[in-house]
Nanobody, 124 residues
Framework: QVQLVESGGGLVKAGGSLRLSCAAS????????MGWFRQAPGKEREFVAR????????SYSESVKGRFTISRDNAKNTVYLQLNTLKPEDTAVYYC?????????????????WGQGTQVTVSS
């Protein structure tokens, strides 16, 4: 069992930056690949970024590539998402998720554990 708690969301102007954190409970954090997803009102939850168990491999959606950076600190049981050059269309609730499967996966239904989400609002 893994419990995930996101933090760091807020209101920011377009072009600004935020850093999201996701703290995990338990001693098996490094056994999970970690992902970030987001969900805007009236839309489906969409993949944003994923990092491998070690953090050595990352993957991004095309809409955030070059602007967002995912990283993890296994010693602190924490995964991060740095959001730069934010746009109004980035407004959503951002969720972190843990996946036992080590390979690349992008579907929300494939992840095992979820946090409660943190709101990111980007004003124009």
């Amino acid at each position: 069992q893994v419990q995930l708690v996101e933090s760091g969301g807020g209101l920011v102007k377009a072009g600004g930056s935020l850093r999201l954190s996701c703290a995990a409970s338990g001693r098996t954090f490094s056994s999970y690949a970690m992902g970030w997803f987001r969900q805007a009102p009236g839309k489906e939850r969409e993949f944003v970024a994923r990092t491998s168990r070690s953090g050595g491999s990352t993957s991004y959606s095309e809409s955030v590539k070059g602007r967002f950076t995912i990283s993890r600190d296994n010693a602190k049981n924490t995964v991060y998402l740095q959001l730069n050059t934010l746009k109004p269309e980035d407004t959503a609730v951002y969720y972190c998720a843990a996946d036992r499967f080590p390979g690349l996966r992008f579907g929300a239904h494939e992840y095992d554990y979820w946090g409660q989400g943190t709101q990111v609002t980007v004003s124009s």
